[in-house]
C-alpha cells in the first residue's frame, strides 16, 4: 500500500509559477513510476508528466518547456515545477505512483491561474 500527500498548489497569476509536491509513503517508491495528472471541471484526468525511479521523464505537449518533474528518492518525495502558468493550465492536480498492476492516488491540490 502506498500513501501519496499533495502540497503546493493555490491561486497564482498568469506566468507565475508554483511548485507541487507529493510525499510518498508505504513501499519501495524507487521501483514506483511516479507521475501528476490533473482534471479541470467537466474534462477527463490527464497526463502531465511521469518520472521513473531512475529519472527518465514524459510530458504532455501542452506542458513541455514550462513544467519540470523530479523526484527525490531517498526522501520519497515527487516534485512539479510549474513555470509560465496560464488560465487553462488550471486544475486539480494528483499524484501517481503506478508499478505493475498496482496504481495509488493522492486526494490533488488545486491550482487556480487568474488575474
Known amino acids: 500500500q502506498v500513501q501519496l500527500v499533495e502540497s503546493g498548489g493555490g491561486l497564482v497569476q498568469p506566468g507565475g509559477s508554483l511548485r507541487l509536491s507529493c510525499a510518498a509513503s508505504?513501499?519501495?517508491?524507487?521501483?514506483?513510476?511516479m507521475g501528476w495528472y490533473r482534471q479541470a471541471p467537466g474534462k477527463q484526468r490527464e497526463l502531465v508528466a511521469t518520472i521513473t525511479g531512475a529519472g527518465s521523464t514524459n510530458y504532455a505537449d501542452s506542458v513541455k518547456g514550462r513544467f519540470t518533474i523530479s523526484r527525490d528518492n531517498p526522501n520519497d518525495t515527487v516534485y512539479l515545477q510549474m513555470n509560465s502558468l496560464k488560465p487553462e493550465d488550471t486544475a486539480v492536480y494528483y499524484c501517481?505512483?503506478?508499478?505493475?498492476?498496482?496504481?495509488?492516488w493522492g486526494q490533488g491540490t488545486q491550482v487556480t491561474v487568474s488575474s
Open positions: 508505504g513501499s519501495i517508491l524507487v521501483l514506483y513510476v
Open positions: 501517481n505512483a503506478h508499478l505493475l498492476q498496482n496504481e495509488y
